[in-house]
């Protein structure tokens, strides 16, 4: 009987939480300040050293060993008369009152912080014609490291490196970035490739953060081109930007403050396919003219993702994706996945007045 009032007390508990959660998104400037800022950083630090050593996902570990046993749960529960039903969504509504709190408590709660351009203090908006200037700039910043690269622009760029060896990479340009912004010191390290990743492709997605071991975990399907800025946006999320345009745009400036010429390519062309799509939502015309300015290697390596992800498109990837939006919608990200494009806001105001 105990047993069964302490589930009921965590299935309220649940309904407790959502409350919590509805009132906190008004106070950013609290979140930002004393979690963000300050608890977040000490635990988030003290995960990534307990799990961070592993050579595999811990993470992945844990959700392998919960599969199994929801599965085993299921079959065990499969044969019970219809009168136990009570007893089941207590189970559920227990164990899921127990998985959010602590979702939030580990990572969560960044869902509801100050948005970073009142941290950064940007403009949130922006005008076309700033769009395409700073369009322009992206393509001959990138052309020219293409060039340092390759001889020929029509060559695509290939990575020198494997993909565990671009992993070590990330904290370089992260060690650059806390020069000027102490709070994105990116240590302890703790990034690896997803033991699920033929699934995570073919759910559409590159990467993810496991937020009750604060591992990023990387697709390692995904083309090399695209490890750099992928690693370095997962790590963004563990630093605590949960937001997806704001991983994109810590993601981006992080590989492009490497010191490494590889990484800084994948930074701005990833930069510059953000501003290209946009541009091309505004003024098709415009897009049309400026695409041909772009060293036909770049745009290989684009074609190169495109191809890649294309070849794993399947029936279900659309309810994948479709959830992920819905979550993003509960979290605080009322625009869901198209979230991800508003890097382009950040990364237009932000290099306004600093040079590439």
């Known amino acids: 009987m105990m047993q069964k009032h302490l589930k009921l007390i965590l299935v309220l508990f649940f309904g407790l939480q959502l409350l919590f959660l509805s009132q906190l998104k008004h106070f950013p400037e609290f979140v930002e300040q004393f979690y963000s800022n300050g608890i977040y950083v000490y635990c988030a630090k003290a995960m990534r050293y307990a799990f961070g050593w592993a050579p595999f996902s811990i993470g992945d570990l844990f959700y392998t060993l919960a599969s199994i046993a929801i599965i085993r749960w299921l079959i065990k529960n499969r044969k019970k008369p219809f009168t136990a039903t009570k007893t089941w969504l207590l189970d559920i509504g227990a164990t899921l009152s127990l998985v959010y709190f602590a979702f939030h408590c580990f990572w969560g709660f960044n869902y509801y912080r100050q948005p970073l351009y009142k941290s950064l203090e940007l403009n949130p908006e922006y005008s076309t014609e700033q769009l395409l200037a700073f369009t322009e700039r992206l393509i001959q910043k990138s052309n020219g490291i293409h060039t340092q690269l390759v001889n020929n622009d029509t060559l695509k760029i290939e990575m020198p490196y494997s993909k565990p060896k671009i992993l070590n990479k990330v904290k370089d340009g992260y060690q650059n970035l806390a020069q000027d912004y102490p709070q994105l010191n990116y240590e302890p390290v703790s990034i690896k490739k997803s033991i699920y990743s033929l699934p995570l492709t073919y759910m559409g997605f590159s990467g993810y953060l496991n937020p009750l071991t604060n591992e990023a975990?990387?697709?390692?399907?995904?083309?090399?081109?695209?490890?750099?800025?992928?690693?370095?946006?997962?790590?963004?999320?563990?630093?605590?930007?949960?937001?997806?345009?704001?991983?994109?745009?810590?993601?981006?400036?992080?590989?492009?403050?490497?010191?490494?010429?590889?990484?800084?390519?994948?930074?701005?062309?990833?930069?510059?396919?953000?501003?290209?799509?946009?541009?091309?939502?505004?003024?098709?015309?415009?897009?049309?003219?400026?695409?041909?300015?772009?060293?036909?290697?770049?745009?290989?390596?684009?074609?190169?993702?495109?191809?890649?992800?294309?070849?794993?498109?399947?029936?279900?990837?659309?309810?994948?994706?479709?959830?992920?939006?819905?979550?993003?919608?509960?979290?605080?990200q009322s625009d869901g996945m198209k979230s991800y494009s508003y890097v382009v806001a950040l990364l237009v105001n932000y290099y306004e007045n600093r040079t590439l």
């Open 217 to 332: 975990q990387v697709n390692g399907l995904i083309p090399t081109y695209k490890y750099p800025t992928t690693s370095c946006h997962e790590a963004a999320h563990q630093l605590g930007f949960a937001a997806e345009n704001e991983a994109n745009f810590i993601g981006s400036l992080a590989a492009i403050h490497n010191d490494d010429l590889y990484f800084k390519y994948s930074g701005y062309t990833f930069a510059l396919r953000y501003c290209l799509a946009e541009i091309f939502k505004r003024n098709p015309d415009r897009y049309n003219s400026l695409l041909p300015t772009l060293h036909p290697g770049i745009l290989k390596n684009y074609q190169e993702t495109q191809t890649f992800w294309r070849s794993y498109e399947n029936p279900i990837e659309p309810i994948f994706e479709s959830t992920f939006d819905n979550f993003l919608k509960a979290n605080n």
